[in-house]
């Protein structure tokens, strides 16, 4: 038999993550965002004051990445960095009153791409998709959920 990477696991699942980006970022452009600044602004709305090198951990992206985003982002008027009282090195991020605001309109963004995604499928279907999905992380994935 032969070894076709078109029919392999990853490659469907390499499609989705394409797929899914797309969807999300369209949904998120009506409301002003490219897709991978709301999980900037998720991190932000669990608790502000992060740093930069926090980002990039929680996100598992390198340092560079946040760095350009969050330029981006603070042109956007989405969140400003303030240089830490104690380190003047150090720069924390904190959300501005447009970052805030965006946290339902994303929420319910995500929502509906999730639900066109899992379209057809039962309830118990999409919690083993979930699962499986988690497994193939932890299996691949040298950062922690």
């Known amino acids: 038999m032969d070894y076709r990477i078109q029919d392999t696991v990853g490659f469907t699942l390499a499609q989705l993550c394409k797929a899914h980006r797309y969807a999300v970022d369209e949904a998120l452009r009506e409301h002003g965002l490219r897709a991978g600044q709301e999980m900037i602004l998720l991190q932000l709305w ?13 996100l598992a992206v390198e340092p560079p990445t946040v760095t350009r985003m969050l330029q981006r982002m603070e042109a956007e008027q989405l969140l400003e960095r303030r240089p830490d009282p104690d380190d003047a090195r150090v720069s924390r991020v904190y959300l501005t009153q447009r970052g805030r605001s965006l946290e339902a309109a994303v929420t319910a ?10 379209a057809g499928m039962t309830l118990e279907e999409r919690l083993l998709l979930r699962r499986i999905l988690a497994q193939g992380r932890a299996n691949l994935c040298r950062f922690p959920a």
């Open 46 to 58: 669990a608790g502000e004051g992060l740093t930069q090198t926090e980002l990039a951990e929680r």
């Open 109 to 118: 963004a995500w929502q509906a791409v999730d639900e066109r995604l899992t």
